[in-house]
């Protein structure tokens, strides 16, 4: 990993924040997450204002409760591994 790159990973986890690495076996992991997030930046954080964290929890949730109801445009075939999206 490049030392740069290390340094500023440092610095979120100084602020609180948790570094999860994307797993090597799994090369598909980072992209399914990105996927997720300008998801949720297009769907909800763009139309919101966010007010402190806890604000943000209820609002992911809201839309966590949302997304895992149905969709208006449903894939044709649901896969069996699908799981509903959940925050933490």
Do not use: F
Not at 36 to 47: A, F, P, S, Y
Not at 57 to 78: C, D, F, M, S, W
């Amino acid at each position: 990993m490049d030392t740069i790159l290390l340094k500023r990973l440092y610095v979120l986890e100084d602020c609180g924040l948790r570094i999860l690495m994307s797993p090597p076996q799994a090369p598909r992991a980072n992209a399914i997450c990105e996927r997720l997030i300008g998801t949720l930046r297009r769907e909800v954080l763009d139309h919101v204002l966010i007010l402190n964290e806890a604000h943000l929890r209820v609002v992911l949730t809201e839309y966590a409760a949302h997304y895992n109801v149905g969709h208006p445009h449903p894939p044709k075939i649901q896969s069996s591994k699908a799981s509903p999206v959940s925050i933490r």
